[in-house]
């Protein structure tokens, strides 16, 4: 199976670091003919699209942003030609503790961000390029967001809605447009680092498959599931966790 991307262009948020960096140099390994890094760290950003060259322009803003997603989208079209690929990546966490004791304003904070801002994605996306020509979207999910978890709730309840906005999405996009996502469990991400940091052995040990996950096991996901390999597949959220949910666990956070 040949998993390529040859030819199309697109947007990728949360792309400064992490699994949204990894999932940028795949999309270029796979042929992506440029893609449209975005995210808050000018710096990093800027420092990223150097090194990566002339396929990858960095677009600085916040994901909550309606106008940055259109201007992203925008630019994608302006700079390649098109904006058929769109990985909703950027996500939050700051809401830690139970459901009946976390600060509500954190909460309001990771449900904008994990559930708003994804729609604002797929919309301008649509709007921009895919309702006349069709694309791929995928959004970040977790294993966070199959199973409760004793930390993270406001995280797990906001990555389920997403599950489920993937869902309805690719009802109402198809047939042009596939809608899927990725459920990934502990990755060795700095948004992740308080589920492994201070024991990696433990964190990894609530995997069957006996390890973290890194980014690029995520992006690799990614990017056949925006790829032609995967062309009879939406409305899917795919678990890429180490067997953490088919294990039948519950989810670390």
Not at 69 to 87: H, I, S, Y
Not at 137 to 146: C, E, N, Y
Request: charged content about 20%; overall charge negative; some cysteine.
């Amino acid at each position: 199976m040949d998993v390529r991307l040859d030819g199309r262009a697109g947007v990728v948020t949360g792309a400064s670091r992490g699994i949204g960096e990894a999932v940028v140099r795949e999309l270029l390994a796979g042929g992506a003919a440029g893609v449209v890094i975005c995210g808050r760290r000018e710096g990093t950003l800027a420092a990223l699209a150097e090194e990566l060259g002339e396929r990858v322009v960095p677009v600085v803003g916040n994901a909550r942003d309606e106008a940055h997603a259109r201007e992203a989208v925008a630019t994608a079209v302006d700079r390649f030609g098109r904006c058929d690929l769109a990985v909703l990546n950027a996500g939050t966490n700051p809401s830690a503790g139970p459901l009946m004791e976390v600060d509500l304003a954190a909460v309001d904070a990771t449900w904008d961000l994990n559930q708003r801002a994804p729609l604002v994605w797929a919309r301008a996306a649509w709007d921009g390029w895919m309702a006349a020509h069709g694309g791929s979207i995928v959004a970040t999910g977790s294993v966070g967001g199959l199973m409760p978890g004793p930390v993270l709730g406001a995280y797990n309840v906001s990555k389920a809605a997403l599950h489920h906005l993937v869902r309805q999405l690719a009802h109402e996009l198809a047939p042009g447009v596939r809608v899927n996502a990725v459920a990934a469990a502990i990755v060795r991400t700095r948004l992740a680092e308080a589920l492994w940091v201070d024991d990696p052995a433990r964190a990894a040990r609530a995997h069957p498959l006996g390890r973290l996950g890194e980014p690029e096991d995520v992006a690799r996901a990614v990017t056949f599931l925006l790829s032609d390999a995967a062309a009879w597949i939406t409305g899917a959220v795919l678990p890429v966790d180490g067997g953490m949910s088919g294990a039948g666990g519950g989810s670390p956070a």
